[in-house]
């Protein structure tokens, strides 16, 4: 981002004032994170995240480290790192509610939450590391990863397959010995450029098999310098010539059968560990980046010129207010809903989870569409986070698990209620 275009606006702060109804503890975390989100964080948020350029000094680019060490330490210093990770593994130790009323605060600062130490895929590692490692694979790789001198990757998705039916995946894992030979082909592994380690969603078969979509499930510790461990390519985005995303093939890769996380069958729930909550946390994500754009879309209509007026006057621009309002309070709230109703069990709590998931990325997508509306050809510039939050909002949609798969669930759930001869209670 510039400097000209946003210099308006860097005065602008997150609005975020304690909730009378919820408890003094959670709203002591929201305060101290929007204080240094919006002292430390906005007001450096084009130094924070410039592309790096070829032309860049190292002395620039040194400073811009420099930056975010010293962020990284006051958010340590003020016992927020790392929400997601129990508090003997260096992380806060939140409860479900808390982290997820934490979430909407960080994330309206665009990248923040690698400053308080959760980056994605390497967070979701880390709590299936947390959940299944046993000690020598947490010394060895969750450690490292925590402290960051190591960097991860998950990889499940494969391009022959539907990743909405994790089912039909078929990557094989052969035990030799005391060692799994694995062969198979993965894309969309984020982080892989970077990555030290992928873990690998494998299916157990015997040598030989020709029937690879029945075997039990297991994920599997791959360092990625292992022979065999083939990267392809970083596919290009949103029309961009390469991303991290990875195209991966995994050919007669040999790990130690100690490198399994969990037992062998357990694959598939930890997959859903790693997944089904974790929606809620993502969903408070794009709550605080629909907050953030909304906060851009309103500042520029009530500064804006246009036709004789400002925007504000316009009653288009009073129905995108209004529109966008309904949209995050909604999202909001269902969010919220969710993350109570976890307190009694994941199983009670999917269909509010499929339903958000659902529903809080099209909302988000209408609101950041809106306030690109709004801006103008700045909207769609890289001066301001709005693209970004377009194309991530978009990609939302289909990550996680698509749409429609969510909906199919939500049909099942309400569906099934209704043939034990009971309605769906929605008090509850
Ligand atoms: C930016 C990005 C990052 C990602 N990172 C990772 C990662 O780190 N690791 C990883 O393993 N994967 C990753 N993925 C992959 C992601 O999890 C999959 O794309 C997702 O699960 C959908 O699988 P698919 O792309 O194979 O689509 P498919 O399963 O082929 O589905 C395509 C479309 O079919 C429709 N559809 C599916 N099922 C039904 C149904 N039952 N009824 C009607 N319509 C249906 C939906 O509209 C769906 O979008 C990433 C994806 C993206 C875009």
């Known amino acids: 981002m510039t400097e000209s275009v946003l ?5 602008m702060t997150m609005n975020c004032k304690p909730i009378e109804t919820i408890d003094q503890r959670i709203n002591d975390i929201r ?3 929007a204080e240094i989100v919006n002292n430390d964080i906005l007001p450096n948020e084009s130094r924070l995240w410039a592309e790096r350029r070829e032309d860049e000094s190292w002395s620039h680019r040194n400073e811009v480290l ?7 330490e006051k958010v340590k210093q003020a016992g927020l790192w790392a929400p997601h990770l129990p508090a003997d593994y260096g992380g806060m130790g939140l409860d479900f509610l808390a982290h997820a009323y934490m979430n909407e605060v960080l994330a309206y600062a665009i990248g923040a939450s690698s400053l308080f130490g959760v980056v994605a895929p390497n967070s979701g590692n880390q709590s299936v590391l947390v959940k299944y490692g046993t000690e020598e694979q947490k010394q060895k790789w969750l450690l490292p990863l ?3 001198t190591l960097e991860s990757g998950f990889s499940m998705t494969e391009p022959h397959n539907p990743g909405s039916d994790p089912r039909s995946l078929d990557t094989s894992a052969v035990i030799e010995g005391d060692e799994f030979v694995i062969n198979g082909h993965k894309w969309f592994t984020s982080n892989g450029i970077d990555a030290d380690f992928f873990i690998v969603m494998c299916r157990v078969v015997e040598a030989g098999a020709t029937d690879l979509k029945t075997g039990p499930m297991v994920q599997i510790i791959v360092p990625t310098a292992t022979r065999g461990v083939n990267i392809v390519r970083g596919i290009g985005v949103w029309g961009r010539k390469e991303s991290d995303h990875c195209e991966i ?6 790990v130690p059968v100690a490198n399994a996380l969990g037992r062998v069958g357990d694959g598939h729930q930890a997959a859903q560990d790693r997944l089904g909550a974790g929606r809620i946390y993502h969903c408070m994500n794009s709550v605080g980046q629909m907050w953030r754009a909304f906060d851009l879309m309103v500042q520029r209509a009530a500064s804006r010129d246009v036709h004789g007026g400002k925007l504000q006057d316009k009653q288009f621009i009073q129905g995108f207010i209004a529109d966008s309002y309904i949209d995050i309070q909604s999202a909001r709230l269902m969010t ?3 993350a109570e109703k976890i307190d009694q069990g994941l199983q009670a709590a999917r269909t509010d989870i499929s339903a ?10 209408r609101v950041v569409d809106r306030a690109i509306q709004v801006w103008g050809a700045a909207g769609v510039s890289n001066d301001l986070p709005l693209a970004g939050m377009y194309m991530g909002a978009r990609t939302l949609r289909i990550a996680d698990g698509p749409d429609e798969v969510h909906k199919i669930l939500i049909a099942k759930h309400v569906l099934g209620q209704y043939a034990k001869g009971e309605g769906w209670d929605f008090g509850n």
């Open 146 to 148: 925590i402290d960051g």
């Open 31 to 33: 305060m101290r994170t």
């Open 7 to 11: 210099k308006e606006l860097t005065t």
């Open 66 to 72: 420099e930056l975010r060490a010293q962020i990284k």
């Open 249 to 254: 093939k995994y050919e007669d890769v040999r």
């Open 356 to 365: 958000i998931k659902v529903y809080v990325p099209a909302a988000y997508s």
């Open 336 to 338: 919220i809903h969710a």
